[in-house]
């Protein structure tokens, strides 16, 4: 299973492997397809080409707003744009065409970044509570993070088995409740106890 940990942040002019080109509206040729038969055409039949020339007409003003809201949670603005265009694409057929694309996709946006905070609050918590020892009702958590810090908290999740380590990250970086849980995971609430349960006795075992 993959790391549910934030990356390490990296430095935001890297490139991305799957992001179209921003292109201006001015650089638009007349008479090209409207941002309504796009939708269409992707809705219809997956068009990955059609979805690029698509996302690009918003690609500089989705890519401005996240660095203007992140700047000071030094959240990755780049992977955060990249998560826009994997969630967008692969949903599309959850759009309906009644709306404003550019609003939708606003919201896809504006969501990534808050599961983001909440996966960077919920790392920081667990550093304190289970790496440095501090007592998360006696201590503040520290806001930064060494890089090693980090490494070691993954090293830690990675002792526990896939479902365990789910259920934990789930629960304790994302703030979902026992209940939510059961449901994304479609297991039993007494089995995510359970999990929950097991993964905090093995943590604490760590420390001993």
Not at 24 to 33: L, N, T
Not at 49 to 62: I, V
Not at 101 to 116: D, V, Y
Request: glycine share 4%.
């Amino acid at each position: 299973m993959t790391s549910q940990l934030p990356d390490h942040p990296q430095p935001a002019t890297k490139a991305s492997p799957l992001l179209p080109a921003a292109v201006p509206a001015s650089q638009q040729a007349p008479g090209e397809a409207s941002a309504e038969q796009l939708v269409a055409l992707v809705q219809a039949c997956g068009d990955q080409r059609a979805f690029n020339q698509l996302f690009s007409r918003y690609h500089g003003k989705l890519r401005a707003f996240l660095l203007c809201r992140s700047a000071e949670s030094r959240l990755d603005v780049e992977d955060l744009l990249q998560e826009t265009y994997l969630k967008a694409f692969l949903h599309i057929q959850q759009f309906d065409r009644r709306a404003q694309f550019s609003t939708w996709l606003l919201r896809i946006a504006i969501n990534e970044m808050l599961q983001s905070r909440r996966a960077a609050s919920g790392l920081r918590r667990f550093v304190d509570r289970w790496l440095r020892g501090a007592d998360d009702e006696a201590a503040e958590p520290v806001q930064q993070m060494r890089y090693d810090e980090q490494l070691d908290a993954e090293n830690l999740l990675a002792r526990l088995s896939d479902i365990q380590q789910q259920v934990f990250v789930y629960s304790e970086f994302y703030g979902y409740s026992h209940s939510e849980i059961a449901d994304k995971l479609q297991l039993p609430l007494g089995s995510v106890k359970t999990y929950m349960k097991q993964a905090r006795d093995a943590l604490e075992r760590s420390q001993t």
